[in-house]
Every structure is written in structure tokens, then in C-alpha cells.
């Protein structure tokens, strides 16, 4: 029998708009302030796409980085997922824009939908191509314009979110680097927790529909922030089971940056010091799929990774969905 490869990240890269939207910018917008927020969600800030910028274009930028990082060229890619829940359109999904941005003709390209859940879930699949030999390399991008969906007018929701992209290149590694496990989930009974109604088949878009706000994101904040205190904690112990590693192996702890007290509560869980957890909630806030890719490209391109660590990511988002995975570096 053919022994699996061991499959990794081989490059990555980030990119976040210029444009900064502050607590104070939103104190002039609606009712809350930046005390409120920094001491419920630790979000001072978040980026915020330009008018003439799409997931595509926050995509392309965050590849380009990660084909430098790992010596590839566009020509040489050969599968491209993007998971995000802000595509350009519709159809074309938003990599065969991006593949053609970029050039990569011999790529095969598609979309993922699974909210901030979405990058584990693009690795999971990319990894599972790379391992049966079917294709050698993979593009994994994180992205989503989330302001584009955002009510700005709902104090409870327009605080939480900003635009982002972060972006991995995946391919063969020695063995013993990589990917040792993954961990998936979906709890579909909560999909009312989390949504965005207007637009699909369901509810065409109609005056009524806009009228309605049914176009923006809608969130039972309450009983989302018990699912991902939960899930956070089993997705963990899960994926590190299945790993074969225990919580002491951890070198650093990547979760999805939704909120400050959610990471908390998982870190504690784990018993890691603070030092263990990446955390930029605070300059980005929730950009959905691009959550974990931005934490995680940034602790890399900080020297917050060495070769050899023993990397846990963990993330949930709306679906419900959650995604768990533990790389060596």
C-alpha cells in the first residue's frame, strides 16, 4: 500500500486594507463607545475594505505574498480554494477570479462556504488532494469583506467585524512536519444563530428583502458566544487526540479571533500562558474565513513560529461549524 505524504504549509502571506475604522470612528456612527467594546470583544480597530476592493482583490494580494514566501510562481499552482462567505458574486466563485488575477492556468479553482470555520476546512480538503498524489501544491486563501454585509446602523453587530485576507501554500513536507490531524464539524440545528438571509434561493433579493435588512449579518450573540466556549474546548481536545499530542506539546495556540473572552476561556482550558496564544483581535477584529490565516501568518512573519513547533488551530463560526487542525512547523 502507498504510504501517505506528509503534507504542509510551504508559504503564506496576508494582506489587510489601509482603511482603519476605530471605536471612536463608530462612537460618531451609533450608540456605544470604546470602552464597551475593547472590555466585551478586546476589538480597538478593524480594516475596512475600499469601494473599488472585493474579496478577490484582498485575496490576490495575500497570494501574491504567499507565492513569494514560497518560491512558486502563479504558473506552477495547481489547485486554489478560497473559503469565504463574501465572494465577489455569485458565480464565477471568487478563485476562478482570483485564478485568473493571478495567471494560474493550470490551476483548478473553487469556493468553500463555512464561515470562519472556512480556512480549517480549505486546509482539510486541500490536504486530502495533496496526500492521495492528485495534485502536488495547493492555494488555501482565508478571505471576506464582511463590511459589505454589515449593518452599521446595529450597535450590537457593527463593532464586531472588519476585511481581511490571509493566505497558505500547501505542499509536501519531510515527515514529521505538517498536518497531523484535523478535526471537523458542523451543528446545523443552529444555523439560526448566525445568518445572512437575503440573496440566496430561498429569499431572492426584493424590495422587500433590502427594506427588511435581510442583506446584513445577523447574529443571536448570546447563544453563539456559548456555542464557541463549548466547541472551542472539544474541537481542541479532539484534534489533539487524534494527534496523538497532549495539551503540554502545544508551542502556540492560533484560534479564531472573534472575541477576547472566547479566546480566554479556551486558553485557560488548555492551562497555556499567554505567551502561547496569538491574539489580534484587537487590530482586526472578526474577519470571518481570514481570522485564523491572518493569526497565523502573523506569528509566523514575526518569528512567533519555529521550525519544529507544534502548532493547534481552532475556529467555529455559522453553520454551525467548527474546524480544528495541529501542524508541526
Keep these: ?93 471568487t478563485a476562478c477570479i482570483l485564478q485568473d488575477k493571478l495567471g494560474a492556468k493550470k490551476a483548478a479553482a473553487f ?42 446602523t446595529d450597535r450590537n453587530t457593527c463593532v464586531l467585524f472588519g476585511d481581511g485576507a490571509g493566505a497558505v501554500i500547501l505542499g509536501e513536507v519531510p515527515e514529521g512536519r505538517g ?11 443552529g444555523g439560526e444563530l448566525l445568518k445572512l438571509e437575503g440573496g440566496g434561493s430561498r429569499l431572492p433579493a426584493s424590495n422587500e428583502t433590502v427594506q427588511g435588512g435581510k442583506h446584513y449579518i445577523y447574529m443571536n450573540g448570546r447563544e453563539v458566544f456559548k456555542f464557541a466556549v463549548r466547541v472551542m474546548g472539544t474541537a481542541t481536545e479532539e484534534v489533539l487526540r487524534k494527534a496523538g499530542k497532549t495539551k503540554e506539546e502545544i508551542d502556540l495556540f492560533v484560534p479564531h479571533q472573534a472575541n477576547i473572552r472566547i479566546i480566554q476561556s479556551a486558553r485557560q482550558r488548555l492551562s497555556l500562558p499567554e505567551e502561547k496564544c496569538v491574539v489580534n483581535v484587537d487590530k482586526y477584529a472578526n474577519t470571518s474565513a481570514a481570522s485564523i490565516p491572518l493569526a497565523l501568518v502573523e506569528a509566523a512573519e514575526d ?16 453553520g454551525l461549524t467548527w474546524g480544528a487542525s495541529v501542524i508541526v512547523w
Design 1 to 93: 500500500m502507498m504510504k501517505s505524504r506528509s503534507v504542509g504549509i510551504i508559504g503564506t502571506g496576508k494582506y489587510v486594507p489601509e482603511k482603519i475604522l476605530t471605536n471612536a470612528d463608530l462612537e460618531k456612527m451609533v450608540d456605544t463607545n470604546d470602552e464597551w467594546i475593547v472590555s466585551r470583544t478586546g476589538i480597538r480597530e478593524r480594516h475596512i475594505a475600499s469601494s473599488d476592493q472585493a474579496t478577490s482583490d484582498l485575496a490576490y494580494e495575500a497570494a501574491i505574498r504567499a507565492l513569494e514566501s514560497a518560491g512558486l510562481t502563479a504558473e506552477d499552482l495547481e489547485l486554489i480554494i478560497i473559503a469565504t462567505i463574501t465572494p465577489d458574486t455569485m458565480f464565477p466563485s
Design 111 to 152: 469556493d468553500l462556504s463555512a464561515a470562519c470555520s472556512g480556512f480549517v476546512y480549505g486546509m482539510a480538503t486541500a490536504n486530502g488532494f495533496i496526500q492521495t498524489g492528485m495534485y502536488k501544491n495547493a492555494l488555501v486563501i482565508g478571505a471576506d469583506t464582511l463590511s459589505r454585509i454589515t449593518d452599521y
Design 179 to 189: 498536518f497531523l490531524s484535523f478535526d471537523l464539524g458542523a451543528e446545523g440545528a
Design 303 to 318: 518569528g512567533r513560529i519555529k521550525e519544529g513547533d507544534t502548532v493547534l488551530l481552532v475556529g467555529f463560526g455559522g
